[in-house]
């Protein structure tokens, strides 16, 4: 029967709003390493119909877990889209990670790319012959229209290859999928020829995946590995994930980890497993990046929710989402029985120098450093008027700690600050200054933000004797410590180069005028090497006067230097004379284990191993 005017206005209308109302279904998602020897994949994405009249597909800028704009669109050539019938639609590159496809009728789009996949060291993206690591954010483009769509993940590898991610598989052994695109780009994928293992802990699953060859023992990792993610306890009262993978490389040329929502990336040099100072560094990464899941993953400031891949994310928090990581990592180790004490107190140590040679405390807070990681640097000015959101973010959360225990007469701690914000603040929630200000207000009583403007707002510098005391510790240099003379400078360290890498601020060469840069030609008239450097200002005291010869701007130059001193040896951490039962609660209310040493003050055996 013929339908009526009214029939084909309302059939119309139906058909207009089944297109306007935003569509379901999936966005697919293929990788084809086709051409793994030359790091190359063909990527093929399928977008659902839409009725916009263009569709804009991005690839982010910048990858979570690293705050800085990367080049990350020049990897990708040959873009090209059609529509639903195959026919090619056209585009416009609009910005550095984004395509605009034109539309002339509802279509679904399909786009592919080729991908060149190299930048293992920034744990991005890297194809080889031997395995793929693919990081969603350095290889598959997204929609933003699409961007909480469902996503599905296939892959097509070589024989023998094997697949890893922390999201949920799919129908065939290399494919996954996700609740959406921002899922994906926190989950990334580990394929190849690859070692595989698994454990529980606390009834949730982990899976552990080594991809290359090294000195590295997989039964010490696993079981370590189990030991410290049972400890999340310590902090927090559940999980945000069911399933987690620890990704380890063992390679050459890149170091470093990356924290991700159900999963970690570990690199480390092949050969740099065995030996203890080695391995702590190896599994205190590995900690670090598993509270992560909790501390930027599961909460995070509000400047970084959601996720903006295309801008940078703007915060002043940093050193609470990396700072305070570092600060619990070796505690988690601690409690689990993975470090001993004396491990945990010799780290503590270094970073206490670090602190104290570092000139840019005296310029830079912790605040300031979080809103400006987006654009820091490495070298000389950066040493000189900036701090890390990393090791200073460390030291002012064991500041916050330690004032935290103090005002709330041992009950609380900087633990409980995590936990409520984890409790209160979770994705898509963030928090802010006055969030965390208020929870310190609530476990202490005590209104925080005269604290935080001394500490976090503006350079701060610890009395580390009278905050360790608080805890029955103190620091030295041995019973009899000797000084040696502080030149102020140092070099780069490549080859024979005698180039100044770094002029310390206020030191004895950046009082006689020297600046990174200038070239080292000789002291006291006699010519020095860079093998020699070091041994030459040994010939010398504290407080004597040494001329050296420079070429600077390509001239040379003379200068005087007055030498300074600084502390010989190695500083340590150490239980103060006759420490009070006070001093040893506060300890434990601290650090959660008992006290480590004996009656003379030296470490109890299990302490020191």
Not at 125 to 150: K, N, T
Not at 205 to 219: A, L, R, S
Not at 232 to 259: C, K, L, Q
Request: aromatic content about 12%; glycine content about 6%.
């Amino acid at each position: 029967m013929k339908p009526t005017s009214l029939a084909i206005l309302t059939s119309c209308t139906l058909f207009s709003m089944c297109f306007s109302i935003p569509s379901f279904a999936d966005v697919d998602y293929h990788i084809d390493i086709n051409q793994p020897v030359h790091h190359l994949a063909q990527v093929s994405v399928s977008f659902p119909k839409t009725m916009s009249s263009q569709l804009t597909v991005n690839l982010p800028v910048w990858r979570t877990g690293r705050y800085q704009v990367l080049p990350i669109a020049d990897g990708v050539r040959l873009f090209s889209a059609e529509d639903d019938n195959g026919k090619a639609l056209p585009w416009t590159r609009t910005a550095s990670g984004e395509w605009t496809i034109d539309l002339t009728t509802p279509t679904a789009v399909n786009i592919t790319y080729q991908l060149h996949a190299n930048e293992l060291a920034d744990r991005l993206r890297h194809i080889d012959d031997s395995h793929a690591y693919l990081d969603a954010s350095g290889v598959l483009m997204y929609s933003p229209e699409f961007r909480q769509q469902p996503v599905n993940v296939g892959l097509s590898v070589p024989k023998g290859w094997q697949s890893f991610s922390g999201m949920d598989k799919g129908p065939t052994p290399h494919s996954f999928k996700a609740a959406n695109y921002d899922v994906l780009v926190d989950s990334p994928i580990e394929t190849g020829i690859n070692q595989h293992f698994n454990f529980e802990a606390n009834g949730r699953e982990y899976d552990v995946v080594f991809w290359g060859e090294g000195n590295y023992d997989t039964q010490q990792i696993v079981t370590d590995l189990t030991k410290v993610s049972g400890q999340a306890s310590m902090i927090w009262d559940d999980y945000p994930f069911e399933r987690y993978v620890y990704m380890v490389h063992a390679t050459n040329g890149a170091r470093g980890a990356t924290e991700h929502l159900n999963s970690t990336v570990i690199q480390l040099p092949r050969f740099n497993f065995r030996e203890r100072e080695d391995y702590l560094r190896f599994i205190s990464t590995a900690s670090h990046e598993f509270i992560h899941t909790w501390n930027v993953k599961a909460y995070r400031p509000e400047g970084l929710v959601p996720y903006d891949y295309q801008n940078e994310n703007m915060s002043e928090l940093l050193w609470i989402a990396e700072g305070s990581t570092s600060y619990f990592q070796n505690q988690l180790l601690l409690r689990a029985g993975v470090i001993s004490a004396k491990e945990f107190f010799d780290d503590l140590s270094l970073r206490i120098v670090l602190n104290e040679n570092n000139p840019g405390r005296d310029t830079q807070s912790v605040a300031e450093a979080s809103l400006g990681q987006w654009s820091s640097t490495w070298g000389d000015y950066a040493l000189n008027h900036s701090v890390n959101i990393y090791s200073e973010g460390y030291l002012a959360s064991m500041a916050l700690d330690f004032s935290v225990i103090q005002d709330s007469d041992l009950v609380h701690s900087y633990r409980d600050v995590h936990k409520a914000l984890y409790q209160n603040f979770k994705i898509p929630m963030g928090y802010n200054v006055q969030d965390v200000q208020s929870i310190l207000t609530t476990l202490t009583g005590k209104d925080y933000q005269p604290w935080w403007q001394e500490f976090v707002n503006q350079p701060f510098s610890l009395d580390f004797e009278l905050l360790l005391s608080q805890a029955g510790l103190t620091t030295t240099y041995g019973d009899k410590p000797k000084t040696k003379v502080d030149a102020g400078m140092s070099l780069s360290g490549l080859h024979n180069d005698l180039i100044l890498a770094t002029v310390a601020k206020n030191g004895p060469a950046w009082q006689a005028g020297l600046t990174a840069g200038d070239e080292l030609v000789a002291v006291n008239g006699l010519k020095v090497t860079a093998e020699g450097f070091e041994k030459r200002f040994d010939d010398f005291s504290p407080g004597d006067k040494v001329n050296v010869t420079v070429f600077s701007n390509d001239r040379l130059k003379d200068v005087n230097l007055l030498l300074a001193e600084q502390p010989e040896g190695t500083l340590s951490i150490t239980a103060v004379e006759q420490p009070s039962a006070a001093q040893k609660a506060f300890f434990k209310a601290w650090l959660g284990v008992d006290w480590p040493f004996d009656a003379e003050g030296k470490w109890l055996k299990n302490d020191e191993a």
